[in-house]
């Protein structure tokens, strides 16, 4: 598939918001929330985490849309999608590193006595001691629902099992009779002991397809997610946690007096 034109200025537009907004985030978290926390351990959560994790993953952005900016309609070659699929591993793993670094960072300021494994916004354990006005947003459908069926689910598929990759092309039906035949010849080819050709005939399959603006992590998993458009996703993504941490800041240092 490829973008409309109205969805490229959309995006573009949105991208450009969202590099615009990350700076003053990780500024005003720096400057104003860590100063405001007593305990070095909590601060280093904000600075060392949050803040840096919101950097990095700024860089993602950038990256991923200037490899492959939503115009464009080129294939991707193997060093570029190898290169945009680390700049992806490295959003996802930092996009679902900021809520917990906020968890910690809640937790180590209040000195809750709690386990380490059950410290994260989303974990019943930790929510029972947030605010009201937090569990609930928390709890909210569409909070919920991103944090169990997506933000979950892709962390864990990249850390434990079949990580998220972009793959090569889609094809239309006529793509797939012209792979199928170009297979056949690079196949006799190789028989024939004509490498010469079959690197020939390797090379224009390789060349068949459209651009596929989509990841995923696997066919075969029963619990894995459907094939997620790249871009769009990137910008709901950071949105998302630029939204959970303006809920819990305020909440992050302990009242005065």
Not at 10 to 16: F, H, K, Q, R
Not at 117 to 131: A, D, K, R, S, Y
Request: aromatic share 8%; hydrophobic share 40%; charged share 25%.
């Amino acid at each position: 598939m490829h973008y409309s034109s109205e969805q490229e200025r959309e995006l573009e537009t949105a991208c450009n918001d969202v590099l615009n907004r990350l700076p003053d985030l990780w500024v005003m978290l720096a400057r104003d929330v860590a100063p405001s926390l007593n305990y070095e351990e909590a601060r280093e959560h904000i600075v060392h985490g949050v803040c840096r994790r919101l950097m990095i993953i700024q860089r993602c952005i950038e990256n991923i849309f200037t490899i492959f900016p939503p115009p464009r309609k080129q294939l991707l070659s193997v060093d570029e999608r190898v290169d945009l699929e680390i700049n992806l591993h490295s959003f996802l793993i930092n996009i679902h590193g900021v809520p917990d670094n906020l968890a910690w960072t809640y937790v180590l300021e209040r000195k809750i006595d709690i386990r380490q494994i059950h410290v994260g916004l989303f974990n019943p354990q930790t929510q029972e001691h947030l605010p009201a006005d937090v569990r609930t947003y928390l709890a909210s459908e569409p909070m919920s629902s991103w944090h169990r069926e997506y933000a979950k689910n892709y962390r864990d598929a990249l850390a434990h099992r079949v990580p998220p990759y972009i793959p090569p092309s889609t094809f239309t039906p006529t793509h797939e009779q012209q792979y199928r035949k170009l297979h056949e010849r690079e196949s006799q080819a190789i028989k024939d002991r004509n490498s010469e050709l079959a690197l020939e005939l390797g090379d224009a399959k390789d060349a068949i397809g459209i651009i596929c603006p989509a990841f995923m992590h696997s066919f075969l998993d029963k619990e894995a997610m459907k094939p997620i458009i790249l871009h769009p996703q990137l910008i709901v993504d950071t949105r998302t946690v630029m939204q959970i941490i303006s809920m819990v800041a305020p909440h992050l240092s302990l009242p005065k007096g």
